[in-house]
């Protein structure tokens, strides 16, 4: 990337200060970015905005699609809240979901999102995506946020913890794609977030579209745009 290239991060209708906490979460990466704090939703000349950060209530998101630098599937979205806001804006697209603005809820968000800076989505990747899952386990039913979605599976966290037969059924939406009822077994556990192998489906097709739809989210003009330096 040319050195006057570099990730950019607006903060939109939130503290400074949480700008400061993605910096510091940025640079334990060894990625260095430039934030913009943004009242009106303006850019105020910076036209390149890769990524923002912002609560999701109805004012904030309605500011931010009228926004002239917000591209869907493009920008990277950072949104401050629960799962109940997850399923309120599921057609934004939030990439990661921060639960409050501490340094642990953004260092989380930053790491969700790291391989994609790093390396892109690609063809087969994972999107980075928070997203409402409803989990059907043999008789119990459970919930969980999705940290990322592939065509052939995807990590989520459970809001509570349980185990999972090795045969699950999977109901979540997808921004821009619809609904999905998927069977899945689980491949792994690292506490409450777990992976998940979707079953052979006839919504693979749509899956591989949804992904590839996805395939320049942080780039802008056609580029992935990586922080100076960063994940090396």
């Given at each position: 990337?040319p050195?006057?290239?570099?990730?950019?991060?607006?903060?939109?209708?939130?503290?400074?200060?949480?700008?400061?906490?993605?910096?510091?979460?940025?640079?334990r990466?060894?990625?260095?970015?430039?934030?913009?704090h943004?009242?009106?939703?303006?850019?105020n000349?910076?036209?390149e905005i890769?990524?923002?950060?912002?609560?999701?209530v109805?004012?904030?998101?309605?500011g931010?699609?009228?926004?002239?630098w917000?591209?869907?599937r493009?920008?990277?979205?950072?949104?401050?809240?629960?799962?109940?806001?997850?399923?309120?804006?599921?057609?934004?697209?939030?990439?990661?979901?921060?639960?409050?603005?501490?340094?642990?809820?953004?260092?989380?968000a930053?790491?969700?999102?790291?391989?994609?800076?790093?390396r892109?989505?690609?063809a087969?990747?994972?999107?980075?995506?928070?997203?409402?899952?409803?989990i059907?386990?043999?008789?119990?039913?459970?919930?969980?946020?999705?940290?990322?979605?592939?065509?052939?599976?995807?990590?989520?966290?459970?809001?509570?913890?349980?185990?999972?037969?090795?045969?699950?059924?999977?109901?979540?939406?997808?921004?821009?794609?619809?609904s999905?009822?998927?069977?899945?077994?689980?491949?792994?556990?690292?506490?409450?977030?777990?992976?998940?192998?979707?079953?052979?489906?006839?919504?693979?097709?749509?899956?591989?579209?949804?992904?590839?739809?996805?395939?320049?989210l942080?780039?802008?003009?056609?580029?992935?745009?990586r922080?100076?330096?960063?994940?090396a």
């Amino acid at each position: 990337m040319p050195k006057n290239r570099q990730f950019t991060l607006a903060g939109f209708k939130v503290d400074p200060k949480l700008l400061v906490g993605f910096a510091d979460s940025f640079e334990r990466l060894n990625a260095s970015i430039l934030t913009v704090h943004l009242r009106s939703g303006q850019s105020n000349g910076h036209r390149e905005i890769n990524a923002c950060v912002l609560p999701l209530v109805g004012t904030a998101v309605a500011g931010l699609k009228n926004s002239p630098w917000f591209v869907p599937r493009r920008t990277v979205v950072y949104g401050i809240g629960g799962a109940k806001e997850a399923k309120r804006f599921v057609e934004l697209g939030v990439n990661a979901l921060l639960e409050t603005g501490s340094d642990s809820s953004v260092r989380a968000a930053v790491e969700a999102t790291q391989s994609l800076l790093s390396r892109g989505v690609g063809a087969c990747g994972r999107v980075p995506i928070a997203t409402l899952v409803r989990i059907d386990a043999e008789g119990r039913v459970l919930t969980g946020i999705t940290k990322n979605v592939g065509y052939g599976g995807m990590a989520v966290r459970l809001l509570r913890n349980a185990g999972l037969p090795q045969e699950i059924g999977l109901h979540f939406i997808l921004p821009y794609a619809g609904s999905f009822s998927l069977a899945a077994s689980p491949r792994w556990y690292s506490g409450r977030l777990v992976g998940l192998r979707f079953q052979p489906s006839v919504r693979e097709e749509a899956l591989k579209r949804w992904v590839k739809d996805y395939s320049l989210l942080g780039h802008t003009d056609g580029r992935l745009l990586r922080a100076r330096g960063a994940f090396a």
